[in-house]
């Protein structure tokens, strides 16, 4: 069931409003290694560590602090911070997972933030169990987990399919689809030219210390 957008502004971006739709749905369902009530706790914990929320449900402290430090201190991120997780009993893969989430709530919000309407309210979780949906060759590169090919920032979640598309779904109308990022004679045809969205886009990821 599609989740009911209601934006303040006047003028809404369709496309943009149909993948922020999707995307909460997304969340809210079972992903390869967390049930959607999961998912959403991870959602919640990103929004209080940016202060967007004052609570959270409760998460297994590993899972917390790692929501917490992909959400507002990735730079920090070292291999002892994944070697953790494992060593606490979760599947590096579910390290991903988290980091697909956390990122995805972070989208939405940041969009909302920057065209001055509400945040989303999370939805619901959808019921049932995790089921693991792995990239076929996903293995350990030139990144501290795996991926299907070399790590670049459109390859950061391949190995987790359904939370690489996820991506994609709402980057395509918010940014560029994924195909065309590192074509750069790609014009967007919107009101910023390719230059001026990159400018913006650099600018972005140097403020916030972009890392992957």
């Not at 959607?36 to 004052?54: C, F």
């Not at 494992?86 to 590096?92: F, K, L, P, S, T």
């Not at 019921?127 to 792995?134: F, H, L």
Request: proline letters at 8%.
């Amino acid at each position: 069931m599609s989740t009911t957008i209601s934006p303040s502004l006047a003028e809404v971006d369709l496309a943009a409003e149909d993948a922020v739709a999707s995307s909460l749905d997304a969340l809210a369902a079972p992903g390869s290694f967390f049930t959607g009530a999961e998912r959403l706790a991870i959602a919640a914990h990103a929004r209080v560590a940016r202060g967007l929320a004052s609570a959270a449900p409760e998460l297994p402290a590993v899972i917390a602090e790692a929501a917490r430090r992909i959400s507002v201190d990735a730079i920090t991120t070292r291999p002892e911070h994944i070697a953790a997780w494992e060593a606490d009993g979760h599947d590096i893969l579910s390290y991903v997972e988290l980091v697909a989430v956390v990122a995805l709530v972070t989208t939405i919000d940041s969009y909302r933030i920057g065209i001055g309407a509400e945040l989303e309210t999370l939805p619901p979780p959808t019921p049932g169990d995790p089921v693991p949906v792995i990239g076929e060759g996903a293995a350990k590169v030139n990144a501290w987990v795996p991926t299907v090919g070399i790590a670049l920032a459109p390859t950061a979640l391949s190995a987790l399919p359904n939370e690489s598309k996820h991506k994609a779904a709402l980057g395509k109308p918010l940014y560029l689809a994924d195909k065309v990022v590192h074509q750069y004679d790609v014009e967007p045809g919107r009101e910023l030219s390719r230059m001026q969205m990159e400018l913006v886009a650099s600018r972005t990821s140097w403020l916030n210390e972009c890392f992957f």
